[in-house]
């Protein structure tokens, strides 16, 4: 079983998922940190990013984040361009990581842009992550020593928070650790249960 798990920037996504993996016979995986790495060892996407966006792209052989993030987040059209080089590969690489782990209980498939890039048509079940705005923001600042414009302007990238919530079968809501704790042992108790 594949549980799609999403969530705003900041909303505390990893965090939620890496309380998943402690649970016996449940896998994670991430698709933001698999995209980075397949973006520095494929050598199909290196070939396709060089070709649509320069050879700045690289640099010393591993991509060039931060010259990426500043030509795709501000341009609607390079940034599609730029999924549609990485999410096939990605999407490819994921469907391996099931048949490697389809012994397990089920596989935590944590996405950003699970909505948008329609990842979540391979999902049997989906949990989105919440937490208030200036919550999000300021987690996110901090996580990625970024400025308060840059944050809000990635957020526009992804959907409203209440689309992806009424198109998900479960809703953590991350205000407190102990509160989060709770609500991601309920839900395991539930899908191991429909898991057998």
Not at 87 to 95: A, I, L, W
Request: glycine share 4%.
């Amino acid at each position: 079983m594949v549980v799609g798990l999403t969530g705003g920037i900041g909303s505390g996504k990893t965090t939620v998922a890496q309380f998943f993996s402690k649970f016996d016979h449940v896998v994670v995986y991430n698709a933001d940190f698999e995209a980075k790495k397949l973006m520095n060892s494929s050598l199909i996407i290196k070939a396709k990013i060089c070709e649509q966006f320069g050879e700045e792209s690289y640099h010393k052989n591993q991509l060039n984040s931060t010259f990426i993030a500043n030509l795709v987040f501000n341009n609607k059209r390079k940034l599609e361009i730029l999924n549609a080089i990485v999410h096939p590969e990605v999407k490819r690489h994921f469907q391996q990581f099931v048949n490697q782990h389809q012994k397990k209980q089920y596989i935590i498939y944590e996405n950003a842009i699970l909505f948008e890039s329609n990842s979540h048509l391979n999902c049997d079940i989906i949990i989105t992550v919440f937490a208030p705005l200036d919550l999000r923001i300021e987690r996110a600042m901090l996580r990625d020593k970024s400025t308060k414009e840059v944050i809000e302007s990635r957020m526009k990238n992804q959907w409203l928070e209440v689309k992806k919530q009424l198109q998900s079968n479960y809703i953590i809501y991350n205000f407190d650790r102990k509160m989060v704790e709770y609500q991601i042992i309920k839900i395991h108790n539930i899908l191991t249960k429909k898991a057998f």
